[in-house]
């Protein structure tokens, strides 16, 4: 099972600074097929990137997301109000499929 | 617009069982593998098993191996996991999520979430 770490477990940043995001897994993620996902108090995920560095449909510029092996970043430039919230990496290149155990974003 | 509408969750005795079903609408519904997803009070996701399109492959994580059966009725768009044996660690809000395009076991579009409580 490819465990997936993130850090920082809370990350504390003011509107219009920029986040980084880091996710390391345990073994190499095949074909580069992790995931991210946003997750606001009270609401489902949602996708925000998959194959490391394509963002899903409706996801603004600010957000990329970079990485190979078994280090991956999420980067939210010029962050917005809405932004706050918890982040999830997922792997999907092998089972079982895993998420990390998240980073918080919070307002400074 | 995909929707996905779970629904089945309750309080339930350990031991006990439940079963969840998820509506979909607005995609092909048969084209897509379906996933559920857990979510423990104040933890992180969890995923739980796994259903191919056609309903004839499916995947369930260790935890719930043997204990919980996912299905699929394509003509009601309808998914469902049914659970046996409930423990208190399976409690949790359950998503029901679409897979990506291609095959890929990433999920674009989640529900809402049902709340499942197993206790005495």
């Known amino acids: 099972e490819i465990v997936l770490t993130q850090s920082p477990g809370t990350l504390s940043l003011s509107p219009g600074e920029r986040a980084t995001l880091s996710c390391r897994a345990s073994q190499s993620v095949s074909g580069t097929y992790l995931a991210w996902y946003q997750q606001k108090v009270g609401q489902a995920p949602r996708l925000l990137i998959h194959?490391?560095?394509n963002r899903a449909t409706g996801i603004p510029d600010r957000f990329s997301g970079s990485g190979s092996g078994t280090d991956f970043t999420l980067t939210i430039t010029r962050l917005e109000p809405e932004d706050f919230a918890v982040y999830y990496c997922?792997?999907?290149?092998?089972?079982?499929?895993?998420f990390g155990g998240g980073t918080k974003l919070e307002i400074k | 617009e995909v929707q996905l509408v779970e629904s089945g969750g309750g309080l339930v005795q350990p031991g006990g069982s439940l079963r969840l079903s998820c509506v979909a609408s607005a995609f092909s519904f048969s084209n897509y593998g379906l996933v559920w997803v857990r979510q423990a009070p104040g933890k992180g996701l969890e995923w739980v098993s796994t259903?191919?399109?056609?309903?004839?492959?499916?995947y369930y994580a260790d935890s719930v191996k043997g204990r919980f059966t996912v299905s699929r009725d394509n003509s009601k768009n309808t998914l469902y996991l049914q659970m046996n044996s409930l423990r208190a660690e399976d409690t949790a809000l359950y998503y029901c999520?679409?897979?990506?395009?291609?095959?890929?076991?990433?999920?674009?579009?989640w529900g809402q979430g049902t709340l499942v409580t197993v206790s005495s």
């Open positions: 997922q792997q999907y290149g092998s089972s079982p499929l895993t």
């Open positions: 194959g490391a560095s």
């Open positions: 999520a679409k897979e990506g395009a291609y095959g890929h076991r990433y999920f674009d579009s």
């Open positions: 259903i191919s399109g056609s309903g004839f492959t499916t």
